[in-house]
Every structure is written in structure tokens, then in C-alpha cells.
């Protein structure tokens, strides 16, 4: 079954919205977790990464007031991204390192967003 | 597969027969690989990994090869079904930093 749950699974809504994206891990507890994003037919690109309890981490050339991370516990965290316009449309999936575990990460299965 | 531009790189197997992606990775300070099955509109599938200390790993029906030498990394599929048909990324870590994915091979089955 799926350790990390992400919702919602798609989101269509108006340019100029905001659009929060929320992900959980189950049954362990997630200190650090990841966002990327993918555009269609690339490649899964790291946006930022959660800090339980403390600022994310964002990649070069990422706005982190645009996406905003909120890591307020240690089985959630959630992205939202900012007044979305249609180049914000993407594919956006979450991630948990578990060292209890025998995969490195485990993946949400993505939340597609698309702005109109 | 190489990839070329924006476009992933196909691979089309006829049903039970073997197949082989390919990925060449960047750093050489890379100390682990994975290999990952994504299949539309879902998250990375773990499939197996492997660390640099060894060149071979095998699975259920998978085997990755890496070549530290060249910096490249395989994956092998034996008796590909069309439940395989997915796109297959490998990721390098290096050390505690993020996984950092390659761009993708795209393998249609064709039973």
C-alpha cells in the first residue's frame, strides 16, 4: 500500500488562484521531504526541499514566494503555489526519505495541476 | 537511451524478449543508483538500486549494471511483459543530498 498519500490527485481551477498541495507520510515520520515538478515528457525536477520545523530549501531558480512550503509536522507538508498561471500547469510529486525502509524515498503519486 | 532534446527516447520490445536501458550519469562523486518505473500520471516506482562499491545487482527479472569507468548505468528486463511498458528513470545520490533524476527512456511493449 501507499506510505505517502498526496491530495488532491488533480486540481483544475482560474488563473490568479492559489492552490495548496498537501503530503503525508504513513506510518513513519518524515523530517526532510521533497517536491519536484515535471512538465510532460521530462524528466522529475527538484523544486525545494521540507524541513520539518524549520525554512525550506529551494532550488536555483525556484521562487519561494511563489511556492510556498509549510513542513508543520512530521507526517506533513504541503506546497502551495501562489496566484498559478497556466505556466505553472505541471505535474507536482512529493517525496519521503524512510531509513527504516529498503527504498530511499517513496513517491506521492503527483498532483496534476492545471491552470486555466 | 540518449536523450535528445525535450523528447524521451523510446525503446519498443517485442513481448518476452530482454530489455536493455540505458543511463549515463554525471558525477563521479555519486555513491548510489536507482532505478525507477513511472507509469502515466503516477508517482516513481522504486525498482531496484545499487551502490558504487559493487557493478552488479540482480532483482525479479531485473539486473543493473553499473560502470563507474564510463559513468554509465543499465538496467536489464528480462522476459519483458506489457505490464514493463512505463518510462524508466535512473536517480544518482551523492551522499545526503537529493536524488537527482536522469531524463528517461520511455519502453513500449509490443505484444
Known sequence: GAVVS???SRVICKSGTSVKIECRSLDFQAT??????????????LMATSNEGSKATYEQGVEKDKFLINHASLTLSTLTVTSAHPE???????SAPDRGSNQPQHFGDGTRLSIL | GESVGLHL???SVQEGDNSIINCAYSNSASDYFIWYKQESGKGPQFIIDIRSNMDKRQG?????LLNKTVKHLS???????????????CAEERG???LVFGKGTRLS???
Open chain 1, 6 to 8: 498526496q491530495h488532491p
Open chain 1, 32 to 45: 526532510t521531504m521533497f517536491w519536484y515538478r515535471q512538465f510532460p515528457k521530462q524528466s522529475l525536477m
Open chain 1, 88 to 94: 505553472d500547469s505541471s505535474f507536482y510529486i512529493c
Open chain 2, 9 to 11: 527516447p523510446t525503446l
Open chain 2, 60 to 64: 525479479q527479472r531485473v539486473t543493473v
Open chain 2, 75 to 89: 538496467l536489464q528486463i528480462a522476459a519483458t511483459q506489457p505490464g514493463d511498458s512505463a518510462v524508466y528513470f
Open chain 2, 96 to 98: 545526503n543530498t537529493p
Open chain 2, 109 to 111: 511493449v509490443i505484444a
